[in-house]
Protein backbone atom coordinates (compact mmCIF):
# COMPACT_ATOMS: atom_id res chain seq x y z
CA UNK A 1 0.00 0.00 0.00
CA UNK A 2 1.13 3.53 -0.90
CA UNK A 3 1.31 5.29 2.74
CA UNK A 4 0.88 8.96 1.73
CA UNK A 5 0.06 12.28 4.22
CA UNK A 6 -2.72 13.88 2.71
CA UNK A 7 -2.88 16.79 5.32
CA UNK A 8 -4.29 17.55 8.58
CA UNK A 9 -7.55 19.06 9.96
CA UNK A 10 -5.81 20.67 12.91
CA UNK A 11 -2.41 23.39 13.24
CA UNK A 12 -0.45 23.61 16.14
CA UNK A 13 0.98 27.07 17.49
CA UNK A 14 3.94 26.34 15.37
CA UNK A 15 2.42 25.95 12.49
CA UNK A 16 0.03 28.86 12.90
CA UNK A 17 3.44 30.74 13.28
CA UNK A 18 5.00 30.01 10.08
CA UNK A 19 5.77 33.17 7.78
CA UNK A 20 4.06 32.86 4.35
CA UNK A 21 7.82 31.27 2.41
CA UNK A 22 7.77 28.60 5.13
CA UNK A 23 4.26 27.57 4.01
CA UNK A 24 4.81 27.55 1.05
CA UNK A 25 7.64 25.74 1.27
CA UNK A 26 6.32 23.10 3.44
CA UNK A 27 2.92 22.02 2.19
CA UNK A 28 1.89 21.12 -1.36
CA UNK A 29 -0.78 22.85 -2.97
CA UNK A 30 -4.15 21.68 -3.56
CA UNK A 31 -3.69 20.46 -6.92
CA UNK A 32 -0.14 18.60 -6.08
CA UNK A 33 -2.62 17.03 -3.08
CA UNK A 34 -5.32 16.18 -5.47
CA UNK A 35 -2.61 14.37 -7.91
CA UNK A 36 -1.25 12.17 -5.06
CA UNK A 37 -4.62 11.22 -3.67
CA UNK A 38 -5.24 10.19 -7.16
CA UNK A 39 -2.51 8.47 -7.78
CA UNK A 40 -2.69 6.18 -4.34
CA UNK A 41 -4.67 2.88 -3.74
CA UNK A 42 -7.25 4.91 -2.01
CA UNK A 43 -10.44 3.95 -3.12
CA UNK A 44 -13.87 6.06 -3.28
CA UNK A 45 -16.79 5.38 -1.87
CA UNK A 46 -17.90 8.62 -1.50
CA UNK A 47 -19.18 11.04 -4.51
CA UNK A 48 -18.69 12.02 -7.23
CA UNK A 49 -20.02 9.15 -8.85
CA UNK A 50 -17.65 8.71 -11.48
CA UNK A 51 -14.83 7.29 -8.98
CA UNK A 52 -12.26 8.51 -10.86
CA UNK A 53 -13.07 6.20 -13.53
CA UNK A 54 -14.61 7.67 -16.12
CA UNK A 55 -13.12 9.75 -18.75
CA UNK A 56 -16.03 11.47 -20.42
CA UNK A 57 -14.10 14.95 -20.85
CA UNK A 58 -10.23 15.65 -22.21
CA UNK A 59 -8.46 18.55 -20.98
CA UNK A 60 -10.47 20.69 -19.19
CA UNK A 61 -8.52 23.86 -19.99
CA UNK A 62 -9.21 23.39 -23.87
CA UNK A 63 -13.00 23.24 -23.62
CA UNK A 64 -13.55 26.18 -20.77
CA UNK A 65 -14.83 29.12 -22.63
CA UNK A 66 -17.51 31.37 -22.09
CA UNK A 67 -20.72 32.77 -23.67
CA UNK A 68 -19.10 33.22 -27.42
CA UNK A 69 -20.76 32.95 -30.70
CA UNK A 70 -21.83 29.34 -31.35
CA UNK A 71 -22.17 28.14 -27.83
CA UNK A 72 -25.22 29.25 -26.92
CA UNK A 73 -26.46 31.04 -22.85
CA UNK A 74 -27.60 28.80 -20.56
CA UNK A 75 -29.70 31.95 -18.95
CA UNK A 76 -31.39 31.99 -22.55
CA UNK A 77 -30.69 28.55 -23.91
CA UNK A 78 -32.03 28.77 -27.62
CA UNK A 79 -29.53 26.21 -29.61
CA UNK A 80 -27.06 23.37 -28.65
CA UNK A 81 -27.70 24.37 -24.87
CA UNK A 82 -31.62 24.07 -25.06
CA UNK A 83 -31.15 20.87 -26.90
CA UNK A 84 -28.78 19.25 -24.08
CA UNK A 85 -31.38 20.01 -21.71
CA UNK A 86 -34.11 18.31 -23.84
CA UNK A 87 -32.13 15.19 -23.94
CA UNK A 88 -31.99 15.50 -20.13
CA UNK A 89 -35.24 16.23 -19.78
CA UNK A 90 -36.40 12.77 -22.15
CA UNK A 91 -34.32 10.84 -20.51
CA UNK A 92 -35.89 11.23 -16.74
CA UNK A 93 -39.43 12.01 -18.11
CA UNK A 94 -40.05 15.49 -17.48
CA UNK A 95 -41.90 17.94 -19.03
CA UNK A 96 -38.72 20.56 -18.79
CA UNK A 97 -35.10 20.19 -17.17
CA UNK A 98 -32.66 23.07 -16.09
CA UNK A 99 -28.83 22.35 -16.14
CA UNK A 100 -27.19 23.36 -12.79
CA UNK A 101 -24.21 24.50 -12.08
CA UNK A 102 -24.46 25.78 -8.72
CA UNK A 103 -25.44 21.99 -7.38
CA UNK A 104 -28.42 21.00 -5.78
CA UNK A 105 -28.83 23.69 -3.26
CA UNK A 106 -28.80 26.13 -6.53
CA UNK A 107 -32.41 24.08 -7.36
CA UNK A 108 -33.78 23.45 -4.18
CA UNK A 109 -33.44 27.54 -3.71
CA UNK A 110 -34.76 27.88 -6.86
CA UNK A 111 -37.70 25.86 -6.38
CA UNK A 112 -38.46 26.95 -3.45
CA UNK A 113 -38.33 30.66 -4.43
CA UNK A 114 -40.65 29.92 -7.19
CA UNK A 115 -43.46 28.47 -5.38
CA UNK A 116 -43.31 30.80 -2.67
CA UNK A 117 -44.11 34.35 -1.88
CA UNK A 118 -42.62 36.68 0.87
CA UNK A 119 -43.86 35.47 4.76
CA UNK A 120 -45.67 32.66 3.77
CA UNK A 121 -45.42 29.09 5.40
CA UNK A 122 -43.79 26.15 3.70
CA UNK A 123 -44.34 22.65 5.14
CA UNK A 124 -41.22 20.90 4.98
CA UNK A 125 -39.23 17.29 6.35
CA UNK A 126 -37.09 18.96 9.30
CA UNK A 127 -34.59 16.05 7.64
CA UNK A 128 -33.95 18.74 4.66
CA UNK A 129 -30.51 20.07 3.57
CA UNK A 130 -29.12 23.31 5.22
CA UNK A 131 -29.91 24.97 1.75
CA UNK A 132 -33.67 24.62 2.44
CA UNK A 133 -33.43 26.32 5.07
CA UNK A 134 -31.34 28.92 3.58
CA UNK A 135 -34.36 29.44 1.39
CA UNK A 136 -36.20 29.99 4.23
CA UNK A 137 -33.84 32.86 5.09
CA UNK A 138 -33.77 34.33 1.80
CA UNK A 139 -37.29 34.43 1.54
CA UNK A 140 -38.54 35.36 5.15
CA UNK A 141 -40.75 31.95 5.07
CA UNK A 142 -41.69 30.61 8.08
CA UNK A 143 -42.07 26.70 8.10
CA UNK A 144 -44.43 23.74 9.39
CA UNK A 145 -41.95 20.28 10.05
CA UNK A 146 -42.48 17.21 9.11
CA UNK A 147 -40.81 15.31 11.68
CA UNK A 148 -39.71 12.00 10.41
CA UNK A 149 -39.58 8.60 12.45
CA UNK A 150 -36.32 7.95 13.66
CA UNK A 151 -34.71 4.33 14.34
CA UNK A 152 -33.60 4.83 17.50
CA UNK A 153 -31.39 1.48 17.70
CA UNK A 154 -29.22 2.84 14.62
CA UNK A 155 -29.71 6.58 14.26
CA UNK A 156 -31.42 6.72 10.93
CA UNK A 157 -34.30 8.47 10.00
CA UNK A 158 -36.96 6.76 8.78
CA UNK A 159 -39.24 8.07 5.70
CA UNK A 160 -42.25 10.78 5.76
CA UNK A 161 -45.61 9.06 6.20
CA UNK A 162 -48.43 10.42 3.76
CA UNK A 163 -50.78 10.74 6.95
CA UNK A 164 -48.45 13.19 8.51
CA UNK A 165 -48.71 15.33 5.09
CA UNK A 166 -52.29 15.57 5.12
CA UNK A 167 -52.98 16.31 8.61
CA UNK A 168 -50.64 18.86 8.82
CA UNK A 169 -52.51 20.33 5.34
CA UNK A 170 -55.65 20.33 6.54
CA UNK A 171 -54.17 22.23 9.56
CA UNK A 172 -52.85 24.57 8.14
CA UNK A 173 -54.90 25.17 5.17
CA UNK A 174 -53.08 28.68 4.36
CA UNK A 175 -49.70 26.00 3.37
CA UNK A 176 -49.73 25.42 -0.72
CA UNK A 177 -45.53 24.28 -0.93
CA UNK A 178 -44.23 20.76 0.44
CA UNK A 179 -40.48 20.28 0.46
CA UNK A 180 -39.67 16.71 1.25
CA UNK A 181 -35.73 15.46 0.74
CA UNK A 182 -36.52 11.56 -0.99
CA UNK A 183 -34.10 9.20 -0.88
CA UNK A 184 -32.54 10.65 2.52
CA UNK A 185 -28.51 10.57 2.42
CA UNK A 186 -28.64 6.94 4.05
CA UNK A 187 -31.43 5.83 1.29
CA UNK A 188 -34.07 6.06 2.95
CA UNK A 189 -37.65 6.49 0.45
CA UNK A 190 -41.17 8.21 1.38
CA UNK A 191 -44.10 7.16 -0.85
CA UNK A 192 -44.03 10.03 -3.11
CA UNK A 193 -46.83 8.97 -4.99
CA UNK A 194 -49.12 8.76 -2.09
CA UNK A 195 -48.05 12.25 -0.34
CA UNK A 196 -48.20 13.66 -4.39
CA UNK A 197 -51.82 12.77 -4.70
CA UNK A 198 -52.09 14.52 -1.17
CA UNK A 199 -50.67 17.69 -2.10
CA UNK A 200 -52.56 18.22 -5.56
CA UNK A 201 -55.94 17.27 -3.90
CA UNK A 202 -55.41 20.08 -1.29
CA UNK A 203 -54.33 22.32 -4.31
CA UNK A 204 -50.29 21.97 -3.64
CA UNK A 205 -47.11 21.95 -5.22
CA UNK A 206 -44.60 18.90 -3.90
CA UNK A 207 -41.07 19.49 -4.22
CA UNK A 208 -38.59 16.71 -3.97
CA UNK A 209 -35.06 16.54 -3.29
CA UNK A 210 -33.87 14.11 -4.86
CA UNK A 211 -30.59 15.05 -4.70
CA UNK A 212 -28.95 11.35 -4.35
CA UNK A 213 -31.73 9.69 -6.51
CA UNK A 214 -30.38 10.80 -9.92
CA UNK A 215 -30.31 7.15 -10.55
CA UNK A 216 -33.29 6.27 -9.83
CA UNK A 217 -35.59 4.51 -12.88
CA UNK A 218 -32.26 3.29 -14.51
CA UNK A 219 -33.16 -0.15 -13.34
CA UNK A 220 -35.78 -1.48 -11.74
CA UNK A 221 -33.38 -2.40 -9.46
CA UNK A 222 -33.57 1.00 -7.68
CA UNK A 223 -37.20 2.79 -6.52
CA UNK A 224 -39.11 5.10 -8.78
CA UNK A 225 -38.46 8.59 -9.75
CA UNK A 226 -40.30 10.98 -8.08
CA UNK A 227 -41.12 12.42 -11.65
CA UNK A 228 -42.75 9.18 -12.33
CA UNK A 229 -44.66 9.17 -8.97
CA UNK A 230 -46.26 12.74 -9.57
CA UNK A 231 -43.87 15.76 -8.17
CA UNK A 232 -44.13 18.68 -10.06
CA UNK A 233 -39.95 19.92 -8.90
CA UNK A 234 -37.72 17.61 -8.85
CA UNK A 235 -33.83 18.04 -7.83
CA UNK A 236 -31.03 15.96 -8.84
CA UNK A 237 -27.14 15.99 -8.18
CA UNK A 238 -26.05 13.89 -10.95
CA UNK A 239 -22.45 14.09 -9.67
CA UNK A 240 -23.52 12.12 -6.43
CA UNK A 241 -24.67 8.92 -7.71
CA UNK A 242 -23.53 9.09 -11.36
CA UNK A 243 -20.52 9.72 -13.79
CA UNK A 244 -20.05 13.62 -13.99
CA UNK A 245 -18.59 16.58 -12.32
CA UNK A 246 -18.48 17.90 -8.56
CA UNK A 247 -21.31 20.97 -8.45
CA UNK A 248 -23.77 19.59 -11.44
CA UNK A 249 -27.21 18.75 -11.18
CA UNK A 250 -30.56 18.83 -12.83
CA UNK A 251 -33.91 20.70 -11.51
CA UNK A 252 -37.06 19.28 -13.35
CA UNK A 253 -40.03 20.33 -13.91
CA UNK A 254 -43.64 18.94 -14.68
CA UNK A 255 -47.23 20.06 -14.76
CA UNK A 256 -49.07 23.14 -14.59
CA UNK A 257 -49.01 24.04 -11.35
CA UNK A 258 -45.38 25.79 -11.24
CA UNK A 259 -44.48 28.71 -12.88
CA UNK A 260 -41.91 28.38 -15.31
CA UNK A 261 -41.45 32.08 -15.85
CA UNK A 262 -41.10 32.79 -12.05
CA UNK A 263 -38.45 29.58 -12.29
CA UNK A 264 -36.18 30.79 -14.96
CA UNK A 265 -36.28 33.95 -12.95
CA UNK A 266 -34.64 32.51 -10.11
CA UNK A 267 -32.42 30.11 -11.36
CA UNK A 268 -30.67 33.13 -12.72
CA UNK A 269 -30.36 34.71 -9.50
CA UNK A 270 -29.13 31.80 -8.04
CA UNK A 271 -27.09 30.32 -11.11
CA UNK A 272 -23.70 31.96 -12.17
CA UNK A 273 -23.75 34.33 -14.74
CA UNK A 274 -20.76 32.32 -15.71
CA UNK A 275 -21.49 29.25 -15.75
CA UNK A 276 -18.93 26.53 -16.54
CA UNK A 277 -19.07 25.21 -19.80
CA UNK A 278 -16.92 22.71 -18.58
CA UNK A 279 -19.35 21.50 -15.88
CA UNK A 280 -22.33 21.61 -18.67
CA UNK A 281 -20.19 19.66 -20.81
CA UNK A 282 -19.61 16.94 -17.88
CA UNK A 283 -23.78 16.71 -17.53
CA UNK A 284 -23.86 16.22 -21.37
CA UNK A 285 -21.74 13.43 -21.55
CA UNK A 286 -23.10 12.21 -18.80
CA UNK A 287 -26.53 11.76 -20.02
CA UNK A 288 -25.42 10.65 -24.07
CA UNK A 289 -23.71 8.12 -22.19
CA UNK A 290 -26.34 6.70 -19.93
CA UNK A 291 -28.57 7.31 -23.77
CA UNK A 292 -26.07 4.69 -24.91
CA UNK A 293 -24.45 2.36 -22.67
CA UNK A 294 -26.66 3.24 -19.98
CA UNK A 295 -28.61 -0.41 -19.47
CA UNK A 296 -25.34 -2.19 -19.72
CA UNK A 297 -23.64 -0.36 -17.62
CA UNK A 298 -26.63 -0.70 -14.66
CA UNK A 299 -26.76 -4.36 -15.46
CA UNK A 300 -23.41 -4.74 -14.76
CA UNK A 301 -23.18 -2.48 -11.56
CA UNK A 302 -26.40 -4.03 -10.05
CA UNK A 303 -24.87 -7.79 -10.60
CA UNK A 304 -21.90 -6.23 -8.96
CA UNK A 305 -23.61 -4.30 -5.73
CA UNK A 306 -25.57 -7.77 -5.06
CA UNK A 307 -23.31 -9.56 -4.96
CA UNK A 308 -21.57 -6.99 -2.87
CA UNK A 309 -24.04 -6.99 -0.44
CA UNK A 310 -24.80 -10.91 -0.23
CA UNK A 311 -21.51 -10.81 0.93
CA UNK A 312 -22.19 -8.58 3.71
CA UNK A 313 -25.62 -10.54 5.05
CA UNK A 314 -23.75 -12.58 7.35
CA UNK A 315 -21.88 -9.91 9.48
CA UNK A 316 -22.70 -10.75 12.97
CA UNK A 317 -21.66 -7.85 14.97
CA UNK A 318 -21.69 -5.02 12.37
CA UNK A 319 -25.05 -5.15 10.26
CA UNK A 320 -26.10 -4.01 7.11
CA UNK A 321 -29.24 -1.94 6.31
CA UNK A 322 -31.27 -3.25 4.00
CA UNK A 323 -34.33 -1.12 4.42
CA UNK A 324 -36.17 -3.57 6.26
CA UNK A 325 -35.01 -3.05 9.91
CA UNK A 326 -38.01 -2.61 12.48
CA UNK A 327 -37.98 1.22 13.83
CA UNK A 328 -37.09 2.34 10.35
CA UNK A 329 -40.39 3.04 8.67
CA UNK A 330 -38.75 3.12 4.68
CA UNK A 331 -41.19 2.79 1.96
CA UNK A 332 -39.14 1.99 -0.17
CA UNK A 333 -34.65 1.86 0.00
CA UNK A 334 -31.98 2.86 -2.54
CA UNK A 335 -29.43 -0.52 -1.74
CA UNK A 336 -26.98 1.44 -3.82
CA UNK A 337 -26.05 2.74 -0.45
CA UNK A 338 -23.82 0.66 1.62
CA UNK A 339 -24.86 1.45 5.27
CA UNK A 340 -23.44 -0.22 7.98
CA UNK A 341 -24.50 -0.07 11.25
CA UNK A 342 -22.09 -0.33 14.67
CA UNK A 343 -25.11 -0.68 17.00
CA UNK A 344 -23.71 -3.11 19.85
CA UNK A 345 -20.86 -3.81 17.97
CA UNK A 346 -18.05 -1.84 21.07
CA UNK A 347 -17.38 0.37 17.93
CA UNK A 348 -18.22 3.86 17.18
CA UNK A 349 -19.01 4.97 13.19
CA UNK A 350 -16.18 7.03 13.18
CA UNK A 351 -13.85 4.42 14.33
CA UNK A 352 -15.04 2.39 11.96
CA UNK A 353 -14.73 5.12 9.70
CA UNK A 354 -11.26 5.26 10.70
CA UNK A 355 -10.49 1.73 10.29
CA UNK A 356 -11.46 1.18 6.62
CA UNK A 357 -9.64 4.72 6.24
CA UNK A 358 -6.05 3.61 7.65
CA UNK A 359 -5.94 0.06 7.01
CA UNK A 360 -7.33 -1.13 4.13
CA UNK A 361 -7.64 2.61 2.34
CA UNK A 362 -11.10 3.04 1.62
CA UNK A 363 -12.78 6.17 2.01
CA UNK A 364 -16.36 6.64 3.01
CA UNK A 365 -18.92 9.18 2.15
CA UNK A 366 -20.03 9.66 5.90
CA UNK A 367 -19.67 8.18 9.26
CA UNK A 368 -22.31 9.23 11.89
CA UNK A 369 -22.43 8.14 15.49
CA UNK A 370 -23.86 4.61 15.16
CA UNK A 371 -23.11 3.80 10.91
CA UNK A 372 -21.27 4.61 8.38
CA UNK A 373 -22.51 5.36 4.96
CA UNK A 374 -20.58 3.93 1.50
CA UNK A 375 -21.77 5.30 -2.36
CA UNK A 376 -21.98 2.86 -4.49
CA UNK A 377 -22.02 4.10 -8.37
CA UNK A 378 -21.92 2.56 -11.82
CA UNK A 379 -18.53 3.84 -11.77
CA UNK A 380 -17.31 1.57 -8.77
CA UNK A 381 -14.79 -1.69 -10.28
CA UNK A 382 -15.20 -5.03 -9.33
CA UNK A 383 -12.10 -4.94 -7.55
CA UNK A 384 -12.92 -1.73 -5.46
CA UNK A 385 -16.37 -3.76 -4.40
CA UNK A 386 -14.64 -6.26 -3.79
CA UNK A 387 -11.72 -4.79 -1.45
CA UNK A 388 -15.02 -3.76 0.56
CA UNK A 389 -16.55 -7.03 0.42
CA UNK A 390 -13.05 -8.29 2.24
CA UNK A 391 -12.34 -5.65 4.25
CA UNK A 392 -15.47 -5.55 6.37
CA UNK A 393 -16.40 -9.50 6.95
CA UNK A 394 -12.67 -9.08 8.49
CA UNK A 395 -13.70 -6.46 10.84
CA UNK A 396 -16.24 -7.86 11.69
CA UNK A 397 -14.66 -10.96 12.46
CA UNK A 398 -12.12 -9.22 15.03
CA UNK A 399 -15.01 -7.27 16.83
CA UNK A 400 -16.50 -10.66 17.49
CA UNK A 401 -13.68 -12.25 18.79
CA UNK A 402 -12.39 -9.62 20.87
CA UNK A 403 -15.44 -8.26 21.48
CA UNK A 404 -15.33 -8.97 25.84
CA UNK A 405 -12.49 -6.71 25.81
CA UNK A 406 -14.46 -4.24 23.90
CA UNK A 407 -11.20 -3.38 21.66
CA UNK A 408 -9.84 -4.22 18.42
CA UNK A 409 -6.53 -4.06 16.73
CA UNK A 410 -4.49 -2.39 19.88
CA UNK A 411 -1.49 -1.37 17.96
CA UNK A 412 -3.54 0.88 15.55
CA UNK A 413 -3.37 4.30 17.90
CA UNK A 414 -6.14 5.75 15.53
CA UNK A 415 -8.48 3.30 17.96
CA UNK A 416 -7.85 4.76 21.88
CA UNK A 417 -9.50 2.47 24.38
CA UNK A 418 -11.43 5.63 26.06
CA UNK A 419 -13.19 5.86 22.47
CA UNK A 420 -14.54 2.64 22.78
CA UNK A 421 -18.11 2.95 23.65
CA UNK A 422 -21.57 1.29 23.91
CA UNK A 423 -22.79 4.35 24.87
CA UNK A 424 -23.25 6.50 21.73
CA UNK A 425 -25.84 9.09 21.85
CA UNK A 426 -29.41 7.53 21.85
CA UNK A 427 -31.49 10.14 20.52
CA UNK A 428 -29.22 11.61 18.25
CA UNK A 429 -31.46 11.26 15.48
CA UNK A 430 -34.62 12.53 17.20
CA UNK A 431 -32.42 15.75 17.68
CA UNK A 432 -31.85 15.82 13.78
CA UNK A 433 -35.92 15.26 13.44
CA UNK A 434 -36.85 17.77 16.40
CA UNK A 435 -35.39 20.99 16.20
CA UNK A 436 -36.69 23.63 18.98
CA UNK A 437 -39.20 25.40 19.24
CA UNK A 438 -39.87 28.52 16.86
CA UNK A 439 -39.61 31.66 18.69
CA UNK A 440 -38.55 33.62 15.56
CA UNK A 441 -38.37 32.92 11.42
CA UNK A 442 -34.78 32.38 10.63
CA UNK A 443 -35.14 35.54 8.62
CA UNK A 444 -35.98 37.61 12.25
CA UNK A 445 -33.45 35.91 13.82
CA UNK A 446 -31.01 37.15 11.08
CA UNK A 447 -31.35 40.48 11.55
CA UNK A 448 -31.55 40.37 15.42
CA UNK A 449 -28.47 41.18 18.12
CA UNK A 450 -26.36 38.34 18.99
CA UNK A 451 -23.79 37.17 21.77
CA UNK A 452 -21.87 34.05 22.41
CA UNK A 453 -22.45 31.79 25.16
CA UNK A 454 -20.57 28.73 26.69
CA UNK A 455 -22.27 25.57 24.42
CA UNK A 456 -23.13 24.19 28.16
CA UNK A 457 -25.04 27.21 29.09
CA UNK A 458 -26.97 27.99 26.24
CA UNK A 459 -30.03 25.64 27.14
CA UNK A 460 -33.48 27.20 26.76
CA UNK A 461 -32.09 30.51 24.88
CA UNK A 462 -32.73 31.46 21.51
CA UNK A 463 -30.33 30.19 18.88
CA UNK A 464 -28.65 33.15 16.69
CA UNK A 465 -27.61 29.89 14.46
CA UNK A 466 -27.54 26.56 12.68
CA UNK A 467 -26.13 24.05 14.24
CA UNK A 468 -25.33 20.79 11.88
CA UNK A 469 -23.56 17.94 11.13
CA UNK A 470 -21.85 17.98 7.95
CA UNK A 471 -22.13 15.54 6.12
CA UNK A 472 -25.43 15.69 5.60
CA UNK A 473 -26.02 18.79 6.29
CA UNK A 474 -28.84 18.66 8.15
CA UNK A 475 -29.53 21.10 11.00
CA UNK A 476 -30.24 20.07 14.74
CA UNK A 477 -31.23 23.54 14.84
CA UNK A 478 -31.70 26.69 13.11
CA UNK A 479 -31.94 30.39 13.91
CA UNK A 480 -34.83 31.56 16.01
CA UNK A 481 -35.25 28.38 17.63
CA UNK A 482 -35.40 27.47 21.38
CA UNK A 483 -32.33 25.32 22.10
CA UNK A 484 -33.65 21.83 23.72
CA UNK A 485 -32.09 21.33 27.42
CA UNK A 486 -30.26 18.42 26.35
CA UNK A 487 -28.84 19.35 22.77
CA UNK A 488 -25.76 21.00 24.25
CA UNK A 489 -25.14 17.40 26.27
CA UNK A 490 -25.43 15.70 23.17
CA UNK A 491 -23.58 18.25 20.85
CA UNK A 492 -20.57 17.72 23.25
CA UNK A 493 -21.04 14.30 22.54
CA UNK A 494 -20.76 14.96 18.87
CA UNK A 495 -17.47 16.62 19.07
CA UNK A 496 -16.32 13.84 21.56
CA UNK A 497 -16.86 11.29 18.58
CA UNK A 498 -14.84 13.24 16.20
CA UNK A 499 -18.00 14.24 13.76
CA UNK A 500 -17.74 17.22 12.25
CA UNK A 501 -20.14 19.94 13.59
CA UNK A 502 -20.72 22.82 11.66
CA UNK A 503 -22.68 26.11 10.95
CA UNK A 504 -21.22 28.02 14.37
CA UNK A 505 -19.04 30.88 14.41
CA UNK A 506 -16.97 29.15 16.68
CA UNK A 507 -15.33 26.81 15.21
CA UNK A 508 -14.29 24.93 17.97
CA UNK A 509 -18.13 24.12 19.15
CA UNK A 510 -17.00 25.53 22.22
CA UNK A 511 -19.65 28.43 21.97
CA UNK A 512 -23.21 29.14 20.21
CA UNK A 513 -24.44 32.16 19.16
CA UNK A 514 -27.63 33.25 21.10
CA UNK A 515 -30.11 36.19 20.22
CA UNK A 516 -29.64 38.55 22.58
CA UNK A 517 -32.98 39.11 25.46
Known amino acids: MVNIHFGCHRSDKRKKNMTENERKQKSPDLYEQLSAYGASDFYPFHMPGHKRNFHLLGDPYAIDITEIDGFDNLHHAETVLLEAQRRAAQLYGAEETFYLVNGSTCGILSAVSACTKRGET?????GC?????HALLLNDLHARYLYPPAD???????????????????AHPEIHTVLITSPTYDGVVSDVKAIAEIVHEKGGIL????????????????PQRALACG????????????????QTALLHVQGPRVCRTRLRRYLSIYQSSSPSYVFMAGIDRCIGLLEQQGTELFEGFVQRL??????????????????????????????????????????TGAQLSDLLRIRY???????????????????DTKEGLARLGRALPEIDAELTQNHKNSRLDQKNRFLKEERMSENTPPDLAVLMANGGEEVLSIAQAEDAGKCAVRLEESGGLVSGEFVYLYPPGIPFLAPGERIPRRLPEQLARCRELGLQLQGMADYTGEKIQVIES
Do not use: C, W
Not at 129 to 133: E, I, P, R, S
Not at 210 to 215: D, I, L, Q, R, V
Not at 361 to 379: F, S
Open 361 to 379: HLEMEMDAPQYVTAITTIG
Open 122 to 126: ILMAR
Open 152 to 170: MTRGILGAIQPGQVRSALE
Open 207 to 222: IVDEAHGAHFGMHPYF
Open 306 to 347: ERLRTSLFDLKKLHLVDGNEDGLQAFDYDRSKIVISTEGSGM
Open 129 to 133: HKAAY
Open 231 to 246: ADLVINSVHKTLPALT
